[in-house]
């Protein structure tokens, strides 16, 4: 297990610009947004939290592409789908080490973007808790889009369309979390249906992320 | 004994999976859900908007009522079968299963884009507005998503084998996923709700509203699965078109027109 | 129908066109493919009889 995650994390880390980029993606859409809407630095504006929300999503989809594009390429999915003697606990690590590189550094960030955003800094620690405990629902909902579209040469569309609406609940509750965060209410409801949905996501997507690698492994 | 019943049950179902059984006994089954919508849908229209009573709030347009519940019924609906065809699919790996999908598709997709539709149309009268971010309205539209995501993926694979897979998949995820969603989008819509009166939990409808209601519904239904099943067997005819079956079938006519010659 | 009618007219033409186009579809390409299915069964027929008299 240690084994397989150090792999995969070199592998990823030797992929600079699948991490990089997303996440200059997020900072640069920041950028344009308080451009177009000066208002959202305001502390009390209710965009705020949406914004949020809509770009880590937003984000997140960006970088399921290369989730298992480079693996795929190289024949080493379908190595992995034959050989490894636990293709779940495999394909659970590769989710992980994407979260790892999405969600956790997303949420590390939060500091930076915050300012960006003129949060006042007590709010930064409960928002990277919100953040921590939604983003895994989206690497693992999302492997699923990325694991099927894996084969296609041109799979970003569809991969958006059958993924976003499966983001719908985790953009609802972390929203409503943030929202909450923000404007200083108990925020503890929405967070526990946040980390039902993270929950319920790892006990199901990595079966159907796995069924969907092999088909995209077939269309090779 | 229990082994004799399970080898027959085994039989059943892959008689169940064979295309030319199925060919055979939709047959009827079509000519029967095909009248039947057509009365079901005739009685209930004219039933809804000629007979039917006003509401005492809504007037007339209460009346949209009849066209758009059964719509959005049926296509969601239409989405659970598809669920059910999935599973089927990918369990089993029953070829009927993908016909199936393909099969709804077209149908939940225009029922539910009618349901928006009809429901906009509705909407203005009533609420004042074409489009309101009702916890309803969100939840069909995301269904209309999930329909569209299966079809685009299809459309994507070439293959035939592995895009009943995929099509399989995808409707299994997007029907578990379904009660999420509309859990989610009502915790949403509670949050904020639009300043409007609810349209669906009425004081009790008198039975001279809802019984048009129910037969639209039941006619709605009827002519859901006529055309899923027509299409279905259209599909199965085009996938089996070289086997014998198929050419013993349109076989009879000609070859008695040959002889006659 | 107090100044509603339009809407309800156009919700329930708006049912018709959808149920009567997905009828009309299904129905127009089932005719044509059993039409097909048909034409070429006797053309394989004629076919074969052709055959059979020029081996006569």
Known sequence: MKGLLQRELVATLRTRGSVINPLGFLLLSILLFAIADPGVRDEQSKDLSSVFWVLILLTNMLSLDAMFRRDFDSGALEQMLISAHMPFVAILARIFVHWLGSGLLITLFVPLLGLLLGLRPEMFLPIMLVLLVGTPALSLLGSIGAALTVGFSRGGAILALLILPLFLPVLIFGNASVAAVVSGQAYTAPL???????SVALTLA???????????VEMQ | MSGRITSSLKQLWHKLGSPRWFYEITHNWVRFFGVSALLLLTVGFIWGIAFAPADYQQGNSFRIMYVHVPAAMVGQSLYLGMGVAGFVGLVWRMKLADVAIAATLPLGIGLTALALFSGS???????????????RTVSTLVLLFLYLGIYALREAIADSNLRARAAALVSLVGTVNIPVIKYSVDWWNTLHQPASFSLTEKP?????????????ALGFYCFAAHNVLSRMRLEVLRREGKTRWVNELFAAPAASQSTER | MDGHGGYVWIAYASTLLVLAANFVAIRWSTKSHERALRWRHEAQALNQQLNKETAE
């Open chain 1, 206 to 216: 990595p079966w159907a992320t796995w069924a969907a690698l092999k088909i995209s």
């Open chain 2, 121 to 135: 149309v509705w909407g203005r009268p009533t609420w004042g507005s074409w489009w309101e971010w009702d916890g």
């Open chain 2, 204 to 216: 009790a409808m008198p039975p001279e509203m809802w019984l048009p209601l129910l037969v639209m």
């Open chain 1, 192 to 198: 526990v249906w946040l980390a039902l949905c993270s």
